[in-house]
């Protein structure tokens, strides 16, 4: 096995994810998001579509390798029934998604197709 140095790693991603049912709880933990982070994180679009390799409605959050361990233990502790996918960025999007990804909550399968 070859391993790889955690300097390959340019900056992380979080994503939320909700549906139709919990789309009201979503938003209000983005407020908290926001408000807890106060611009010390980039938040994307609340998409209510399914977008790219993800397979539910979510938004995205962007934060610097650095900020990992505060920004992933605040998540893992404040997301109630929101289910997080984790992943690095890399420069090898598959990858990044597929092998090196983290699940706050419950894992759901990815539409990988839409990486290759």
């Given at each position: 096995m070859t391993f790889r140095d955690t300097s390959a790693i340019q900056s992380w991603h979080a994503h939320v994810y909700f549906d139709s049912t919990t789309r009201d709880s979503a938003w209000t933990f983005r407020e908290q998001i926001e408000a807890h982070w106060n611009g010390k994180l980039q938040m994307g679009r609340f998409h209510e579509r399914p977008v790219g390799p993800h397979p539910m409605w979510s938004y995205q959050m962007a934060f610097a390798?650095?900020?990992f361990a505060d920004i992933i233990g605040w998540l893992t502790l404040n997301h109630g029934a929101l289910d997080i996918f984790v992943h690095p960025n890399t420069?090898?999007?598959?990858?990044?998604?597929?092998?090196?990804a983290l699940w706050v909550g419950r894992s759901h399968e990815l539409v990988l197709d839409a990486l290759i």
């Open positions: 390798h650095e900020q420069g090898d999007a598959l990858r990044d998604h597929r092998d090196a």
